[in-house]
């Protein structure tokens, strides 16, 4: 019998969006793996679970095991599973899942929201480059490029926004890097981005760094 544990629950090729190969479910089966375990959550992009494909005969041995009620999902956590599931068999997964909506925005369109964040904030606030690391236990050294909002200034300083962000509300997560703040857009979703706007303009306009 061959198990494959393949972690991340990967069910699109990666190496589209220019990064290194990551196995998926597909390939684990076509492979000839008896059973196939990876995650739920991670690169499949649905609920925190842990998730069983294979011969049919071994997944019922495994339902009528006697752990099986200890580890099974709870509804919740089935309708989530669920939901995502759906936008894949549906062909939209890059568009509703998360995880790979963020993977897959093209960068001329992250571009476009990084500029159109540094109007609103103002100066100093300008476009930079940026690399977004994709991480999340699948593609730990992988890195997307991409442009991101950086507001400079001096250090301690900078560090302080960064806490004032974190703390506020909506909290806001950035990155401190040679004396700059860094917000990038591939990280938000555009339906926030005018949540996101207001928290700057409240912490960053009011008491930012100056040039």
Do not use: N
């Not at 001329?108 to 100093?124: L, M, Q, S």
Request: aromatic share 2%.
């Amino acid at each position: 019998m061959l198990l494959d544990d393949i972690g991340s629950g990967c069910l699109i090729d990666v190496r589209r969006f220019g990064l290194a190969y990551e196995p998926t479910v597909q390939d684990s089966i076509a492979a000839g793996a008896d059973l196939t375990l990876f995650s739920g959550d991670k690169l499949l992009g649905g609920p925190q679970a842990g998730i069983i494909v294979g011969r049919a005969a071994l997944i019922e041995r495994l339902r009528r095991h006697p752990l099986a009620r200890a580890v099974r999902m709870d509804k919740a956590g089935i309708a989530a599973l669920h939901a995502t599931l759906l936008h894949y068999l549906r062909g939209e997964a890059l568009e509703k899942v998360p995880v790979w909506r963020m993977i897959s925005t093209a960068i001329i369109e992250i571009e476009r929201r990084a500029r159109r964040w540094a109007r609103a904030v103002g100066p100093p606030a300008r476009v930079v480059d940026g690399r977004s690391m994709v991480g999340g236990g699948s593609l730990p050294e992988e890195s997307l490029p991409t442009k991101l909002l950086a507001i400079p200034g001096e250090g301690a300083q900078v560090s302080q926004l960064a806490l004032r962000l974190r703390t506020g509300q909506p909290a806001l997560v950035a990155r401190v890097e040679h004396d700059a703040l860094l917000l990038d857009p591939r990280t938000v979703a555009p339906a926030e981005d005018r949540a996101l706007l207001g928290a700057l303009r409240a912490v960053v306009v009011a008491e930012g760094p100056k040039p």
